[in-house]
């Protein structure tokens, strides 16, 4: 029956003789049974005296037990496995060749060692799963996330638990299911292949604290163990969250910016139920916010803008959203909400700046222009819905502060014009510039005193512009600074020319607010001044009441150097503003040009109670050293009531229409020729000359 055991076996009597081996053992010892039945088998390898082997022997024949043990044989370099029994007569040795075997285990163990410590060395948490998917070391780091683990109440896995097992506990389905499915593949892959690896990133709670980490897995070359880390990245991943929630925010008010608010209207007009209502846009401007800026600091401007975004998300409904889309700019996202819902959504929103702000113990009184569009079936574009608000915006903001307009079809091809303004403004429109005067008179004498200088656009296609149809725009794109430093030098140049030819005419120009801004108004002016040669004293500078209370610091301080080296200087529009005359008049201005809103109200006044008023105005001035011009004298009763109340100056279709500078000579001659007095000249009616 033994002689068909692979292993090799042999039986001993007490004395340690062969008494029987197998043809196994033959070919193990390189011996035949004859030559070593009967021989001590000590004798015949004596280099197991002494050892392991006689040690083993001897215990077995004297307590008659089993034994099992390994040895190692040094004259062959090789390594067995001996299992010993007691035997009738003797002892029964089954011997094993299992030096591949242990070589192999002893090659693992030492790698395993190996791996062990400079796993110990990794800063992050670090398992070695074995082929059977049950964990054969842990670092320290892991040990330590146990611990946090088991604070949580999940349970860490350790050395001989299973691993994917293990990363179940406290882990989101999809994050385990991604994981396994990673560290299966790298197992299930052949050994001497070339290693794969396994990279995921997951969240889970580790104590009290959401942790994300980067798990990286690497099958160990020429085995099916794999290395996993789990390397901590939490830190990273919420600066990424925090720069992600910074891109689509706004930095000072934490509000969605454009870009957000954008897939956000996106996302509302796609996502709404069929036969629901559409998506409303509301766009707030605040009315007058640079004053604010400029006056009280930019710090307290700040906070004034954050007061207003959180006023607007305590006013709208649940499910509608405010954002900043820069500057003064708001918007809110009202989702299925008709056009009467959207209008009293705005009215609303109006409501929320009744009362002041209050910003470092100054209360500020603020005011918004709106538009509103709501979309239809057919809009799905959000840049579209967005530039339909802006809009009727904008619509809003030209027609007063402290409006709600809502869109329509027209205000879409206004919002086209403009675009092409602002396009052609920064390309050749300044070349199709021109320029027609207004001839300005004195009515204690009649004669023409000077001219007031209106650009105009000789537009390519649609013929000649007036300044109302592109100089808002200019002024919002900052293209009116160059046209202004244009009409400077033109206008000066055409004024020395008249001079030249024995016409003295004193030039009126109209100035933008925003050349105060940009500084550089004095400059400007020092410019055409000096290359037309026009006596400083024949240059008026006009601004409007309002656009000099936008920045009265920096427009005093501008308009008191130009004062200083001769330039006059007239407050346009007087009477449509909402400046104090306290702050009008410690102005540098040497005139006052009284709009013709006043004269039309004293025409409707009973019992001459505006006119009364139109004199003290004038008296005022007068006091100050401030000439009066009134404008709008299209009536011989404006003409009487100008006249009555005092005036210097008057202006207006009476008195002269806007001509090319062509027809200024001929004109003023024509009035010379005619008497040289044009207001009686004008009350005559058809007797007064017509330019061209």
């Known amino acids: 029956m033994l002689a068909g055991v692979p292993d090799a076996v042999y039986r001993l009597d007490p004395e340690g003789r062969v008494t029987y081996l197998n043809a196994a053992a033959e070919s193990l010892f390189q011996l035949s049974a004859a030559e070593l039945i009967g021989r001590r088998l000590l004798d015949v390898f004596p280099a197991a005296k002494g050892t392991l082997v006689e040690d083993q022997l001897r215990e077995i024949l004297g307590d008659g037990q ?36 242990y070589r192999t285990d002893l090659r693992r163990d030492t790698e395993l060692r190996e791996l062990t410590a400079v796993l110990e060395a990794l800063p992050s948490a670090t398992v070695l799963v074995g082929d059977d998917g049950r964990i054969l070391v842990v670092n320290r780091a892991w040990e330590a996330d146990g611990e946090l683990l088991r604070s949580g109440g999940v349970e860490p896995g350790g050395v001989g638990d299973v691993y994917l097992e293990c990363m179940s506990r406290g882990l989101l389905p999809t994050h385990h299911a991604a994981i396994a499915a990673g560290v299966i593949r790298l197992q299930a892959e052949e050994p001497d292949g070339v290693p794969g690896s396994f990279e995921y990133e997951y969240s889970t709670q580790l104590g009290s604290f959401a942790t994300w980490f980067h798990l990286q897995a690497a099958r160990v070359p020429f085995s099916r163990r794999v290395v996993v880390t789990h390397t901590d990245v939490t830190e990273r991943v919420r600066g990424e969250q925090a720069m992600a929630w910074r891109a689509g925010h706004d930095e000072l008010t934490g509000l969605p910016n454009r870009a957000t608010l954008l897939d956000m209207i996106a996302d509302a007009l796609t996502g709404g139920a069929p036969g629901a209502p559409g998506t409303a846009l509301l766009v707030l401007d605040l009315d007058g916010f640079k004053t604010v800026n400029d006056s009280l600091g930019h710090q307290l401007g700040d906070r004034l803008l954050r007061q207003v975004g959180e006023r607007l998300a305590e006013q709208v409904r649940p499910g509608d959203a405010v954002g900043r889309l820069g500057g003064d700019q708001f918007v809110v996202l009202a989702r299925e909400c008709d056009q009467a819902e959207a209008a009293a959504l705005a009215f609303r929103l109006q409501t929320t700046f009744a009362l002041p702000f209050t910003a470092s113990g100054i209360s500020v009184p603020l005011s918004a222009s709106i538009g509103v569009a709501v979309s239809r079936s057919d809009v799905r574009d959000p840049h579209q819905l967005l530039s339909d608000a802006d809009a009727a915006m904008f619509a809003a903001k030209s027609s007063g502060r402290d409006r709600v307009h809502l869109f329509s079809p027209g205000l879409r091809e206004a919002a086209r014009w403009r675009l092409e303004v602002a396009t052609r403004l920064r390309g050749d429109a300044i070349d199709q510039l021109v320029v027609h005067y207004q001839p300005v008179v004195r009515l204690d004498t009649g004669e023409v005193d000077g001219v007031e200088a209106l650009v105009r656009w000789q537009h390519p296609e649609r013929g000649l512009l007036p300044p109302d149809s592109f100089l808002s725009v200019a002024e919002e794109t900052g293209q009116v600074i160059p046209i202004t430093r244009w009409l400077l030098r033109e206008t000066t140049r055409k ?166 500078a062509e027809e200024v000579p001929r004109f003023v001659r024509s009035v010379q020729a005619a008497g040289g007095d044009l207001c009686a000249l004008a009350v005559a009616g058809d007797a007064v000359p017509q330019a061209g």
């Open 66 to 101: 089993p034994r099992q043990f390994e040895y190692f044989y040094e004259p062959r370099d090789h390594w067995f496995e001996i299992r010993a029994f007691p035997y009738p007569d003797g002892v029964a040795v089954f011997l094993r060749d299992v030096d591949d075997r």
């Open 495 to 660: 004024a020395a020319e008249w001079a030249a030819q024995g016409l003295p005419l004193r030039m009126s120009v109209n100035v933008s607010a925003r050349h105060f801004s940009a500084e550089t108004l004095v400059r400007d002016v020092r410019t055409a001044l000096r290359d037309s040669g026009l006596p400083p004293d024949q240059l008026v500078l006009e601004l409007t009441e309002t656009s000099v209370a936008e920045d009265p610091t920096r427009a005093e301080d501008q308009l008191t150097v130009l004062r200083s080296f001769g330039v006059r200087v007239a407050i346009d529009d007087f009477g449509t503003g909402w400046s104090s005359l306290a702050q009008l008049f410690a102005l540098p201005i040497g005139t006052l040009k009284i709009d013709r809103s006043l004269l039309n109200a004293a025409e409707r006044a009973v019992a001459g109670e505006t006119g009364a008023v139109l004199h003290a105005i004038v008296e005022l001035t007068r006091t100050l050293g401030i000439k009066s011009v009134a404008e709008g004298i299209e009536t011989p009763e404006h003409l009487r009531m100008v006249r009555a109340a005092g005036c210097d100056l008057a202006q207006g279709w009476l008195l002269g229409q806007a001509m090319p």
